[in-house]
């Protein structure tokens, strides 16, 4: 899967996740220290650790489905 980071420092690069290593997959809201909420989606693939990329958690979903 071809998916945006999110994570602070590397906002906006790619990145490339194998699906079959994704065990879950959550959403959540954020504030950074401005106050500026942004919406994270974290894809967890054990025991490489947790991605949190800007995609919304129904296209990621939508994309660990695909074939």
Known sequence: MLLTNAAEGHQGNRVAVRKDLVVS????FD???NGIITSKTFVFCPPHG???VS???DHVVQMLNEK
Request: zero cysteines; hydrophobic letters at 25%; proline letters at 8%.
């Open 55 to 57: 995609e919304p958690i």
């Open 31 to 33: 504030k950074d220290e």
């Open 25 to 28: 997959v959550h959403h959540k």
């Open 50 to 52: 947790t991605w949190e």
